[in-house]
C-alpha cells in the first residue's frame, strides 16, 4: 500500500459530514443535534439514536457554545451546519441550576446545557465534581428525550458505549503512528478527523478507521525526516489553525503528539469491560470528567504528568502553545507546564498568541525559523 491510499482513505472519511449528509440523514427519519466541548458524551445522543455533529463554536451565533469558548457575535443567518441540526447541546463550568441560566434558542433549536463540575478530583477526595456530573448526565438525558421523542433503554446505551469505545481505540492506535519516524500517517492527517463537522454517521467512521488501520499496516515505511518533534498545547483547533500548522511545517518542525482536547488527548483513559456494562453512568463519568483535564476545570498536576508522559515516549524536543487570541486560562496555564518541561526534561517551548488569521504571517515565520533553528537536531 502506498501513502496516497492513505491519503485517500483519510478523505473518504473526512468527506462523511457536512449539511447535506445531515439532510439525508433527517430525509430518512433520524435527528442530529450538535455540539462543541468534547465533554459532551456523544454515547447519549447515539442512545437516542440521533446523529452526534460537533460544531466549532464561531458557527453558534450570540452564546459561548463551550467552557473555554467566547460568546459568538449575533450573525445574519446562522452557519448551514446549525441549520440543519435539531438541536444544540451547549457546556458551562458550574452547577448553574437556575432554570434563567438556560440560554435561548439559537436560530429556533432548542438549547441544552450540560453543566460541568468546577474542578477535576483527580484522586476523588470530594464525590462532588463525580455526583454533579452525573446528575447533569441525567438532566441531559431527559432533554434529549424531548427532542427525539425516546427515552433509551439499557441496551441502547450499551450498544453506543462500545461503538465509542471501538472508535477510541482505532483513533489511540492511529495516533501512536508518529512514534516510528518513518510512518505514512502523520499527526496533521488525524488530527483533521476530528474537527468541526468532519464526521455524523458513527458506524461509518468506526469502518472507515478499521479500513485506514489495516492499509497502515500493509503500507511500506516512508523515508524518516530530519525535522524537530513537537508536542501542541492549547484549545481546540479549527480550519483557520491551518496556516500556523502550515508554518511550522515550512520552518522544519514536525508535530507528533498533543494535548488537544479534540485531537488526542481524551484518548488516554480505557474503561474495562465490566465497568461498560454494568454501570453505563459510571464509565461516562470515567471516560469524560477523569480523563485528561480541562484547564477550565483545574487538573494542572494530572494535565502536566501525562504532557510529560508523553514527551518522553513521543522524544519531543520541544512544547509549542498555539493560543489564538491569548485566551487567558490556557496562557496561565502553558506558563507554568513550559517552566516545569524545562526543570524537568531540558525541554524548551515557544508561544504564540497570534490572533487568525494572521496578521503579520512573516513575522511568525521568522520567530519559528530561530525556535526551531535552536532546538534542530537536538536528542
Known amino acids: 500500500m502506498t501513502e496516497n ?6 478523505d473518504s472519511i473526512s468527506r462523511a459530514g457536512g449539511p447535506e449528509v445531515i439532510k ?18 456523544v454515547e447519549l445522543i447515539l442512545a437516542h439514536r440521533m446523529l452526534p455533529v460537533r460544531l466549532d463554536p464561531a458557527d453558534v451565533a450570540g452564546i459561548a457554545a463551550c467552557a473555554c469558548a467566547s460568546p459568538q457575535p449575533e450573525k ?12 444544540l447541546i451547549v457546556t458551562a463550568v458550574g452547577n448553574g441550576k437556575k432554570q434563567d441560566s438556560e440560554p435561548a434558542d439559537v436560530s429556533g433549536l432548542p438549547v441544552v446545557t450540560l453543566h460541568l463540575p468546577s474542578c477535576h478530583d483527580r484522586y476523588r477526595v470530594s464525590p462532588g465534581p463525580e455526583r454533579d456530573y452525573k446528575a447533569g448526565l441525567k438532566s441531559l438525558s431527559l432533554s434529549l428525550s424531548r427532542i427525539s421523542g425516546r427515552r433509551p433503554g439499557y441496551l441502547d446505551m450499551m450498544r453506543s458505549i462500545l461503538l465509542e469505545k471501538r472508535i477510541r481505540h482505532n483513533l489511540r492506535g492511529l495516533y501512536e503512528a508518529p512514534l ?10 488525524l488530527e483533521r478527523l476530528s474537527r468541526a463537522g468532519a464526521v455524523t454517521g458513527r458506524p461509518g467512521y468506526y469502518q472507515g478507521l478499521e479500513r485506514l488501520k489495516a492499509e497502515l499496516a500493509a503500507s511500506a515505511p516512508a523515508l524518516a525526516g530530519d525535522q524537530s518533534r513537537l508536542m501542541l498545547y ?3 483547533l479549527d480550519g483557520r489553525a491551518d496556516e500556523v500548522l502550515d508554518l511550522i511545517e515550512l520552518s522544519g518542525g514536525l508535530i507528533v503528539t498533543d494535548y488537544i482536547c479534540t485531537a488526542s488527548a481524551r484518548l488516554r483513559k480505557t474503561v474495562p469491560v465490566w465497568g461498560t456494562f454494568e454501570r453505563p ?25 501525562r504532557m510529560l508522559a508523553l514527551a ?11 493560543n489564538p487570541g491569548s485566551n487567558p486560562v490556557f496562557k496561565s496555564d502553558f506558563e507554568r507546564l513550559s ?3 524545562y526543570s524537568r526534561l531540558f525541554i524548551p517551548s515557544l508561544y504564540i498568541e497570534d490572533s487568525l488569521p494572521l496578521k503579520d504571517p512573516q513575522g511568525l515565520r521568522e520567530r519559528l525559523n530561530d525556535f526551531i533553528d535552536i532546538i534542530g537536531g537536538r536528542v
Open 234 to 236: 492549547g484549545p481546540a
Open 5 to 10: 491510499t492513505i491519503t485517500e482513505l483519510l
Open 180 to 189: 516510528s519516524e518513518n510512518t505514512p500517517l502523520g499527526w496533521r492527517a
Open 281 to 305: 453512568a459510571e464509565s461516562l463519568a470515567e471516560l469524560y470528567l477523569f480523563n485528561a483535564p480541562c484547564p477550565f476545570m483545574g487538573g494542572h498536576e494530572a494535565r502536566l504528568m
Open 24 to 41: 439525508r440523514a433527517r430525509q430518512a427519519g433520524l435527528k442530529a443535534v450538535g455540539y462543541c466541548c468534547p465533554y459532551v458524551p
Open 339 to 341: 517552566e516545569d518541561f
Open 76 to 87: 445574519a443567518s446562522p452557519a448551514p451546519v446549525v441549520e440543519a441540526l435539531d438541536g
Open 312 to 322: 518522553r515516549w513521543y522524544r519531543v524536543h520541544a512544547l509549542v502553545c498555539v
